[in-house]
């Protein structure tokens, strides 16, 4: 694909400086970039790069200040994070193309499927099953009775897909993650031996979905486990029965989120965040990565730490906790000259 910079400028609601007529193919990193690549800076850290790189022309903050020095042509953008991504989209194409049923699935006669429907190699697709049109199940994929999948879902390799589940609209599944496993639940009884409690509800995900590789959801004891529209879901997140998701919320890697815990809209949560189980974590909270949470948390919060406390608090403590050592060395100094005194 080529295009002008004058078309990528309407494309992404920007404003060219340079030769708007200049030409791009590709897309680069802005430190390996030629002539006809494109490329972005959103941090000010790369801004010695528009006087050096070899890229014919560079995405950019309109606000962000720079050299007048340039080496090619901008394109300057209210947020050029945002641009670039829209600008990926265009030049990746449509990704995964129907391919239609392969020979060698096994798919239930119980089981309806929409129209377009793809299903890989040594699929299999169980009893009661509904997938609407346009879906898309790659090889090695197992998906159990009474599951439900909605329109133009993408399923990578080696997915499972436990009973009973919902998947809503848009949603993409990335390979090895498993849906609708059994949740963590077991009594001890007389003689301290650990018994299994059944897990007899669900999972329920909704529209636009994204859940990356090797992540685990577990179905709920009772109810159901809920992933909300918009959630993204990053790689080697464990979410556990009965866990509440709400819209729009995204999770990075190694999160860890306990039974029965509600999170809120529109939240970011970091990696390696571990949270316990029954809490309820507001709307629009941001919570740094590492951050242990043992405690509800209110809307608009950002945390840090662990256990996490608000960002500021925590980012003030640390400047003590760097000079610990001598503020304990001043404190023993001035309990000796005071000793001294008496």
């Known amino acids: 694909m080529e295009l002008t910079l004058a078309e990528l400028a309407v494309m992404l609601d920007g404003t060219v400086v340079g030769d708007k007529h200049a030409t791009v193919n590709n897309i680069s990193k802005i430190e390996h970039a030629s002539k006809g690549d494109i490329s972005f800076i959103s941090n000010p850290k790369y801004l010695p790069y528009i006087s050096k790189t070899n890229a014919t022309a560079i995405i950019i903050d309109k606000d962000l200040k720079h050299d007048l020095n340039l080496n090619c042509s901008l394109i300057k953008v209210d947020n050029s994070y945002s641009a670039f991504n829209t600008l990926l989209n265009k030049f990746s194409g449509d990704g995964i193309q129907f391919f239609g049923i392969s020979e060698n699935s096994v798919i239930d006669k119980t089981t309806q499927l929409g129209k377009n429907i793809s299903v890989g190699n040594f699929s299999v697709i169980n009893k009661n099953c509904q997938i609407d049109d346009a879906t898309i199940i790659l090889d090695n994929v197992s998906v159990g009775d009474n599951v439900k999948i909605g329109k133009n879902c993408l399923i990578y390799s080696g997915v499972r897909i436990y009973s009973d589940s919902i998947i809503g609209d848009n949603c993409i599944v990335h390979s090895n993650s498993v849906i609708g496993s059994d949740g963590f639940g077991f009594a001890p009884n007389k003689q301290g031996d650990y018994i299994k409690t059944p897990q007899i ?23 159901s486990t809920v992933v909300s529209d918009g959630v993204k879901i990053d790689n080697l ?9 709400g819209k729009n919320t995204v999770i990075a890697g190694q999160c860890g989120i306990a039974g029965s815990t509600k999170i809120g809209e529109n ?21 740094n990565g590492q951050a242990g949470v043992f405690s509800n948390i ?3 919060t950002i945390l840090r730490g662990t256990p996490a406390i608000d960002e500021r608090t925590f980012n003030r403590s640390y400047v003590y906790f760097r000079n610990l050592e001598k503020i304990v060395k001043d404190i023993n100094k001035l309990k000796k000259n005071n000793d001294s005194n008496d």
């Open 201 to 223: 509800g669900n999972v329920v995900i909704g529209d636009n979905v994204e859940i990356g590789s090797n992540s685990s959801i577990d179905r709920a004891t009772l109810g």
């Open 267 to 287: 939240c970011q949560i970091g990696g390696q965040v571990g949270i316990i189980g029954h809490l309820k974590i507001g709307n629009n909270v941001r919570i």
């Open 298 to 300: 209110k809307d608009n």
């Open 237 to 245: 997140v464990q979410i556990a029965h009965n866990v509440t998701i």
